[in-house]
């Protein structure tokens, strides 16, 4: 059967926006670096030294104009996953936009979850984190996040920038009562998993926070700390050899990496021995 009606951009881009209303992780990413990412393609996220700030004195020449050094490094697009399902008819879930949504909708919530927890897998090779402690009380809980809070202060990250606490259910369970909650009428950030400010940061609760057996590692960053770049690179219509009727391939592509290292701190914490 030939696939003459199927509408590739529709499914990528349906996905695509439903991708971003799920996402948790990704959406504390700086994403500027989006757009045509591929199978074993690279990203250059171009940086520049900090230009010296000398004194002026009238009637002296000044220094030579210093040469940028470039700081820039490639962002590897080496994540490749894919959905593989079954739609008996392409036709009628085209025509259908609530069978079209379901599918969408099924197909995002699981790259979505391998996509986050690629993120939080970074935080084990931060330069940045915490001795292991166990956090069973509130006051344990906060002075963690104070301590990392501190952390980013003393590198020169400043109190108006976007600081995101990134942090497992049972962390926010300790510190909800420290945290300034979140008006109901701002769906799209509680559907982004936030759930409070503290401090001025941001308190997002995640399931896919890295953890190394004990302990959960528990991202306390800037939104310019990690870099991502991803898309859904292709969506494919078949027919299933062993099976009658139709399905549907999607392979998502994407990459990320700590860009600003001082801009990351790593909280190691568990609620029990």
Not at 142 to 150: G, R, T, Y
Not at 168 to 181: A, G, M, N, R
Not at 203 to 220: A, F, P
């Amino acid at each position: 059967m030939a696939f003459e009606n199927f509408k590739e951009t529709i499914w990528a881009k349906g996905i695509e926006r439903a991708l971003k209303r799920r996402c948790v992780l990704e959406a504390n990413c700086n994403r500027q670096f989006q757009g045509d990412v591929g199978e074993g393609k690279r990203v250059k996220i171009v940086g520049a030294m900090r230009p010296t700030i000398n004194t002026y004195i009238p009637g002296k020449s000044i220094n030579v104009a210093e040469s940028p050094i470039d700081t820039g490094v490639y962002l590897d697009i080496d994540q490749y996953k894919y959905a593989n399902f079954f739609v008996d008819s392409i036709d009628a879930a085209q025509s259908d936009e609530n069978i079209m949504q379901i599918l969408i909708d099924g197909a995002a919530d699981g790259i979505t979850e391998l996509r986050d927890m690629y993120i939080g897998s970074l935080a084990n090779s931060s330069e940045n984190m915490s001795d292991s402690a166990l956090v069973d009380t509130v006051d344990k809980a906060v002075a963690e996040i104070d301590n990392a809070l501190v952390a980013l202060w003393e590198c020169g990250v400043r109190t108006a920038d976007d600081i995101v606490v990134e942090c497992p259910p049972w962390f926010y369970d300790k510190i909800c009562t420290k945290v300034i909650s979140l008006s109901t009428d701002n769906p799209k950030l509680i559907g982004n998993g936030e759930v409070g400010r503290y401090k001025g940061a941001h308190i997002v609760m995640s399931n896919c926070l890295y953890n190394d057996g004990l302990d959960d590692y528990i991202m306390v960053r800037t939104k310019k700390a990690i870099a991502f770049a991803g898309g859904i690179h292709r969506v494919i219509p078949y027919e299933p050899e062993l099976q009658f009727g139709e399905a549907v391939k999607v392979l998502d592509t994407y990459g990320a990496k700590i860009v600003r290292p001082i801009e990351l701190f790593v909280v190691r914490a568990h609620m029990m021995e």
